[in-house]
């Protein structure tokens, strides 16, 4: 079954505690994307990658880092989580050349007291 | 600065009825146009797209239009159903270097939809 895969899916932290959510694709796609949806501000992207080792900022990047040292792996790291970055995440895929659409996985709820 | 603007911000419609959701989007590169759906617990998944060659696109209960000169597109469900109860986004992208336009799609703020029976 074709699918963009989260990890973990529900998290609660504390201040400052390095975490990495994780995300990893089974289509064979070169796009990976984070992005995080808040309440009445829809979906921003945070970071994405265009292929292996080429990874570049989305609109709100700030506090978050990743990786793309595979194709199907996107792994996102924050580095010291603050409260402000309590959210929900999904990971994003799709080909590079395509119609434009996004497969994404099931989210990733975080939680930074 | 949100160059997507999704409205209303929520939506209760009756069974049968027509559910329209509006958006509007300031720049004039973006070329394709999606709309996601979101149901609790599960991520976005593409609902229907148009470019901007066409004024019109329907799939089935769904129907996107598109108003160039007003930078203006919108949703329309007819018969909703309550099965279509759910979160929907506008979203907007343009080719970057000749890459799809999927990498850099830019969603509105998002419309929840409840279809009473």
């Known amino acids: 079954e074709a699918q963009v895969t989260q990890n973990p899916r529900y998290l609660i932290t504390v201040t400052g505690k390095k975490l990495t959510v994780t995300c990893s694709q089974n289509?064979?796609?070169?796009?990976m994307s984070w992005y995080r949806q808040d309440p009445g501000l829809g979906l921003r992207q945070i970071y994405y990658s265009m292929n292996v080792e080429v990874t570049d900022k989305g609109d709100v990047p700030e506090g978050y880092k990743v990786s793309r040292k595979e194709k199907r792996n996107f792994p996102l790291i924050l580095e010291s989580p603050s409260p402000n970055q309590t959210s929900l995440y999904f990971c994003?895929?799709?080909?590079?050349?395509?119609?434009?659409?996004?497969?994404f996985g099931e989210g990733s709820r975080l939680t930074v007291l | 600065q949100q160059q997507v603007k999704q409205s209303p911000q929520s939506l209760i419609v009756q069974k049968g009825g027509i559910s329209i959701i509006n958006c509007a989007y300031e720049?004039?590169?973006?070329?394709?146009f999606p709309w996601y759906q979101q149901f609790p617990g599960k991520g976005p998944a593409l609902l229907i797209a148009i470019r901007p060659d066409v004024s019109e696109k329907k799939e089935g209960r769904f129907t996107i239009s598109f108003n160039k000169s007003a930078k203006q597109f919108s949703l329309h469900i007819m018969d909703s159903q309550p099965g279509d109860s759910a979160t929907y986004f506008c979203a907007a992208s343009m080719r970057t270097a000749g890459e799809t336009s999927g990498s850099r799609l830019t969603f509105g703020e998002g419309t929840q939809l409840t279809v009473n029976p």
């Open positions: 289509m064979n796609h070169e796009y």
């Open positions: 994003a895929s799709s080909w590079r050349r395509n119609t434009g659409e996004l497969f």
């Open positions: 720049n004039t590169a973006f070329d394709y």
